[in-house]
């Protein structure tokens, strides 16, 4: 058994690990974009998309959920000759076909044809997989989602791998386990207090754990700290006539700011007479169908959410809220929130600048005082939004579409949003597996992310108990 790295080993982007059997075959575990400057292996990177590596050993592909840096190159992955099932969970394999419809659109064809072609090809192969249910890929291999807590019908992946084990580490000897290797993949772990879904639960056993690391340097603000930096934003919005322009992935972070909006409106609209003035703006026609996708798939939603719903309360859909659809409508709330005095949120793609309806947003709104931009989620080395969260606070600039525009606006980001676990929470996850692992590889985070965790672990972990990782790229 071996585990190669094909994404995610220099950065957070383009998650994609294959899981190699001593009988040749293979398991694909992700098969994401890559964004700004990160590179993977095979020379993959954001302007390279092509896979690069062998397909042809490949039994199946897991997806642990439908972000495009997890499952945005598999339209790559059949145009290489990839035949297999697409196993993920069921509410992925209802929010898949919007994701990729979407990345089609804006990545790869306007060819209305061409992408339905593609998306009855992702439909047919999709094996809509529950939580806690083994399905078995094939006589040596069997896999098992559980929930992830990242977004909604996000996983982490148990294999259990039957092999023959010569050329594994003797880690094994003497550990009297017949029944194979249960190798885990942790896909994006979920914060314990992320809004509107339960946090994930520890695996019951991992010999060998791939984990994913963006915040394995940080820990975030608590969540009654985070919804107050919010409305501070919002506030300086409603004194001035300003909007806050939040980028936002329109998957996850979106649905938990709405939820999150919601609760101010709802301990606020009585008494503070200003925010019955504010309107919210969710300015994606995507976001809005995962908007309706989550509210759909409230049975997933934490005790939480549910108990909401019950107090007659609508957790993502409000009186405030305005749905910008068209692309007309779009550049027509652009002009009028850059010119008039009316306060505003505005949500919109791409979480990290790199594109979509919120570049247009910023470059109106960027070069007035009056605006305040506020980060969500992780913003990845190269990309516009990385540029903006640095230099923006001292006055810079950054290029948008090859133009400099000055930062005037206000900055700020808010870490504990992004729907990620912290250094803490990743420590708590593995110190939970009952026996500690034998091998914990450390994948999707920075250089200094993965180091600090790294560190992390092995002071947390009983001596010797544990060897920690940090893959580089693999020929
Ligand atoms: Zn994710």
């Known amino acids: 058994m071996h585990i190669k790295h094909h994404g995610a080993i220099n950065g957070v982007t383009g998650s994609c690990h294959e899981l190699g059997l001593e009988d040749g075959s293979s398991l694909l575990i992700d098969c994401g974009l890559f964004q700004g ?22 039994r199946a592909l897991v997806l642990t959920h439908v972000h495009i840096d997890h499952c945005g190159r598999l339209p790559y992955l059949l145009a290489a000759g990839y035949r297999g099932p697409i196993l993920c969970s069921p509410a992925s394999s209802e929010l ?19 992408i339905e072609q593609v998306l009855a090809v992702v439909k047919e192969r999709t094996i809509a997989l529950p939580y806690g249910q083994w399905h078995q890929v094939t006589d ?36 009297g386990d017949k029944s194979g290797r249960r190798v885990v993949f942790s896909g994006d772990l979920g914060a314990p207090d992320t809004p509107l879904l339960p946090g994930p639960q520890p695996p019951e056993r991992a010999d060998v754990l791939v ?24 506030e300086h919005a409603l004194a001035d006539g300003g909007t806050v322009l939040i980028p ?63 107090q007659g309360r609508h957790p993502l859909a409000f009186e405030q809220l305005i749905t910008v659809d068209t692309h007309d409508a779009h550049q027509r709330m652009v002009n009028y929130l850059a010119h008039s005095r009316q ?28 605006h305040d931009v506020l980060f969500v989620g992780y913003q990845a080395a190269g990309t516009p939004g990385r540029d903006i969260q640095r230099y923006g606070p001292r006055g810079g600039y950054v290029m948008l579409d090859g133009e400099r525009h000055d ?67 693999e020929r």
Request: aromatic share 6%; hydrophobic share 40%.
């Open 37 to 58: 400057a990160e590179a993977g292996a095979d020379g993959a990177g954001a302007a390279h998309l092509e896979i690069g590596f062998d397909v042809a050993p490949v």
């Open 96 to 114: 898949l076909p919007l994701v990729l419809e979407d990345a089609l659109e804006i990545g790869v064809t306007r060819n209305r044809k061409l």
């Open 140 to 175: 040596k291999l069997r896999i098992r989602l559980q929930p992830a807590g990242h977004i909604l019908g996000s996983a982490y992946v148990e294999c259990d791998v039957h092999d023959s084990d010569k050329g594994m580490r003797s880690a094994m000897d003497g550990s």
């Open 211 to 234: 984990l994913e690391s963006t915040y394995g340097d940080h820990n975030h603000q608590d969540c009654s700290a985070r919804v107050e930096r919010l409305r501070a934003a919002i």
């Open 248 to 310: 936002a992935f329109s998957i996850g972070r979106t649905q938990e700011l709405l939820y999150e909006l919601e609760e101010l409106f709802h301990q606020l609209g009585e008494t503070a007479a200003t925010w019955r003035d504010l309107q919210i703006v969710l300015d994606s026609p995507l976001a809005a169908d995962f908007t309706r996708g989550y509210q759909r798939l409230r049975k997933h939603w934490d005790a939480e959410a549910k108990s909401r719903i019950r």
């Open 343 to 370: 306060p505003a949120v505005v949500i919109a793609a791409s979480g990290m600048c790199a594109g979509g309806r919120m570049v247009n947003y910023l470059k109106a709104m960027l070069g007035d005082p009056r």
């Open 407 to 473: 930062i005037r606006a206000q900055i700020h980001a808010i870490g504990g949003y992004s729907a990620h676990a912290d250094q803490r929470n990743l420590i708590d996850f593995v110190k939970d597996i009952p026996a500690p692992p034998q091998e914990i590889r450390l994948v999707h985070g920075d250089t200094d992310a993965k180091a600090a965790l790294r560190d992390a672990l092995r002071q947390e972990l009983p001596t010797g108990s544990t060897q920690v990782l940090i893959p580089g790229r």
